[in-house]
């Protein structure tokens, strides 16, 4: 049996190489006269990097996995792959993607993490910005900055093992941006390579249409290789505080109220959780650290299959003093409706705050549910749909949880910038939505098809009663889909993408144009 299965695994080991020997030739033929600084590397590790992604739910080998030394490269790659009449390129940042967004069939995939040039991370003080690598990490940027310099970028992800370039392609939201807008708010300059193979720096003054048309604009226009992010003062701790309601309404009517005051919390976020003692979904998510429980008992008798949570952060330097620091909190709480005794609080230094689900990624590594599928689904939806959504959804669909965090929190559409590519629902104030979904240890496939089943029953439900949403990180298949998303933006999509990538080169797996020669 040992002999058999050890001939076995060598033979299979042979016809890897032999393939591998393979590929190398007829990419050898293909990028024969690619001439970089870079390494191109079509080994193993490589093309399986290049072919997943967070989602886990789609693969597509690329031809070459490329690391570029800096935006010269990226230029050579994407002139490259325009005499060639199917080569497509595919910029991955840290490959956090749910739906193969970054992947390129059979094509070039930049891994911008790797880029040389994400080094530089340039601080300007007087002008109070910082000059980052489009393949940087937001956690990076921000180590970097409030270590060195006390300074810290406006607006952020909940999570910072993103890229610039990735975030900066769809938006970045967190609790942050009912004040400062997404991240791409805070840009004020790129430099970008496009899909004609141009390394061009824009901004709102200078080659403004391409500036807007990649911010937010899913990679089809042009490859992010630098950002100037807009600083400010970091502070230096912050008062972190969940509420917890069980009534819609006023859950939402202080979260509006918060976004929309003058004097508020520097972060606002909201959350769902199940109305159970179940420790991923339940009462044990919400209180912040181990020596705090939450206490049902507390909870009024009767009350629906789901409740809630704001999420508040209050920003204080060393310096402040306590008594005034609480002072300022019970006034902001004062005026909220949230179930008396379920609070939560705690302090923390800022940067911790920031990089807080970095021990949800450790605990997530641990168990193994990290690098199981994720179908997770991301959502906006205006403000006069939300109740009808909370009832049908919320407290029915998904009245069992997603067996991860469920958010739901307001935004205001004036904090974006409606010259960007990114497409918002019509009110003032409308709501992300995240189902981020974790499967089991060892998922069968009946289960990741059950969430996908339920993603899209949600989606169908928005459908079917007319609400008023647009995907964030959208992923759709066809054309017609496609449009729909865009709705009266698709004509002004299309005309960007024949401007600036009118072979279609970029960004192949979003799936919204074909190569062309
Ligand atoms: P990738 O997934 O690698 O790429 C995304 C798309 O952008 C692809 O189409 C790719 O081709 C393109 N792209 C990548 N780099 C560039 C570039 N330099 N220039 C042009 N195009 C490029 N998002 C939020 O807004 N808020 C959150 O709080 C948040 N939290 C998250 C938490 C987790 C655990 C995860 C997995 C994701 C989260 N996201 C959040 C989603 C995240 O913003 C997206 O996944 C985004 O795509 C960034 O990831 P990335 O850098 O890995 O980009």
Redesign the pocket.
Known sequence: EVVKHSFHSLNSARKILVAENDTKKSVDGILKDLDIKGSIDYGVTAISLGST??GGLYSEKPLAVISPAGADDVGQVIRHALQSPTLTV?????????NG??MAHLGLVID?KSMADNKKIDVNVNYMYVDVG??ALWGDVLKHCVSEYGLAPKSW???LH?????????????GQAFRFG?QTSSVTELEVVTGNGEKIVCSNSQNSQLFFS?LGG??QF????RARVLLQPAPDMVRWIRVVYNEFDDFTHDAELLITSQETFNYVEGFVFVNSDDPVTGWPSVPLNSNQSFDPTLLPKKIGPVLYYLELVLHYSNHDDPSTLNMMVEKLLGKLKYLEHLRFETNLAYMNFLLR?DHV?EAARGSGIWATP?PWLNMFISKKDIDAFNRIVLQNILKSGVNGPILTYPLLRSKWDNRSSVVLPQDEIFYLVAL?RFTHTHPKESEIKQMVAQNQEVVQTCIKNGFDFKL??PHYESTVEWKRHFGDQWERFVDRKRQFDPKAI??P??KIFTRNH
């Open positions: 992604d967070f595919a910029a991955r940042g840290n490959g956090h993607s749910v967004q970054a911008m489009g393949g992800t909940d999570y993103l890229t610039v370039g990735g975030t900066l392609s769809n938006a970045g939201v967190s997404p990649v899913l990679g042009g490859i992010i290789t689900v990624e994720h981020l964030y990180f970029l960004a797996g979003q």
